[in-house]
């Protein structure tokens, strides 16, 4: 079966940097797309990534490894404003993107 | 540019009403259009996507139906409405021809059911 996995929640602080993990197993992989969304609201596209590496996007960054069946999105110099749900989404052969539950992530003063 | 709107914004239905959400997209032709439910605190659940007028996919067998009238517009509709059909809807488009599967969503339909 098609599966995505990442951390229900995390909190961290003001100011500091946070790691969101995704882990992922489909049927074939076309990209991965990390969606901010905030509470009652839609989502919003925050990055893709389709190689190997990592993209770098003001504060946020997104990396992948495809061997692995992983990616991270990385928030730095976080704010209050970041307090929200971050989904991790995969393409699979059919161009079809499968979700993640979603991580709540909490930022406190 | 293109955009994407969805209405109602909220809504709150008896149970065994009907339901009809719409769902049109302005600035782009021939999109594949999608319905997804998220219910509190869950993932997005993929209800229904539409490769073009009157050509629907189900994903989950439940008591809702989509209908896609013309290009641009998707419906979203329920004979006798359930407690478990609450939820956040969110009605969501891709661009064909740019095969990332990259979607953009409408602003969502808050539905509860009583």
């Known amino acids: 079966g098609q599966n995505i996995d990442q951390p229900t929640e995390m909190t961290a602080t003001e100011g500091a940097i946070v790691q969101i993990n995704c882990t992922y197993q489909?049927?074939?992989?076309?990209?991965l797309f990390w969606y901010q969304q905030h509470a009652g609201e839609a989502p919003t596209f925050l990055s893709y990534n389709v190689l190997d590496g990592l993209e770098e996007k003001g504060r946020f960054s997104s990396f992948l490894s495809r061997s692995k069946g992983y990616s991270y999105l990385l928030l730095k110099e976080l704010q209050m404003k970041d307090s929200a749900s971050y989904l991790c989404?995969?393409?699979?052969?059919?161009?079809?993107?499968?979700w993640g539950a979603g991580t709540k992530l909490i930022i406190k003063p | 540019s293109q955009t994407i709107h969805q209405w109602p914004a909220t809504l709150v239905q008896p149970v065994g009403s009907p339901l009809s959400l719409e769902c049109t997209v302005e600035?782009?032709?021939?999109?594949?259009l999608y319905w997804y439910r998220q219910a509190a605190g869950r993932g997005l659940q993929l209800l229904f996507y539409s490769v073009g007028i009157g050509q629907i996919s189900s994903e989950v067998p439940q008591n809702l139906s989509a209908s896609r009238p013309q290009d641009r517009q998707f419906i979203l509709s329920s004979k006798k409405l359930l407690l478990s059909d609450s939820g956040f809807y969110l009605c969501?488009?891709?661009?064909?021809?740019?095969?990332?599967?990259?979607?953009?969503f409408g602003e969502g339909s808050r539905l509860t059911v009583l």
């Open positions: 989404a995969v393409t699979d052969s059919n161009y079809q993107l499968i």
């Open positions: 600035g782009t032709s021939n999109p594949n």
């Open positions: 969501a488009w891709a661009q064909r021809e740019k095969d990332t599967g990259e979607l953009f």
């Open positions: 489909t049927s074939g992989f076309n990209g």
